[in-house]
């Protein structure tokens, strides 16, 4: 059985800083890409980041570049996600996935992933 374990989320002050960090197990980590999403009340799931399976190749949502790394261990078998000068406009719940779906197409949307964590809340006060 899949899972993914998302931890690390809070409240925390504009300006601050959380590290996000999903545990995989149940698959074979090292051949999948992973996500890191986000989904504010009443707004569409967004890729805020992702990472290839060998870790080389990483993508930033525009609102997020300069502030957010993301980043893996495979032999840890999890995922992270370092977020800096956090914003009120970055509060939502976080999630992390995996897909073995390498197109660039399929892996900008969430109907590109195969497997989700339960997500951890994220709230930045101003």
């Known amino acids: 059985q899949v899972q993914l374990a998302e931890s690390g989320g809070g409240l925390v002050q504009a300006g601050g800083s959380l590290r996000l960090s999903c545990a995989a197990s149940?698959?074979?980590?090292?051949?999948?890409?992973m996500g890191w999403f986000r989904q504010a009340p009443g707004k569409e799931r967004e890729c805020a980041a992702r990472?290839?399976?060998?870790?080389?190749?990483?993508y930033y949502e525009e609102s997020v570049k300069g502030r957010f790394t993301i980043s893996r261990d495979n032999a840890k078998n999890t995922v992270y996600l370092q977020m800096n000068s956090l914003k009120p406009e970055d509060t939502a719940v976080y999630y992390c996935?995996?897909?073995?779906?390498?197109?660039?197409?399929?892996?900008?949307?969430?109907?590109?992933?195969?497997?989700w964590g339960q997500g951890t809340q994220v709230t930045v006060s101003s």
């Open positions: 990472i290839s399976s060998n870790g080389i190749i990483r």
């Open positions: 149940g698959l074979a980590f090292s051949n999948y890409a």
């Open positions: 996935a995996a897909t073995t779906k390498t197109k660039v197409s399929d892996l900008v949307t969430s109907r590109g992933y195969d497997y």
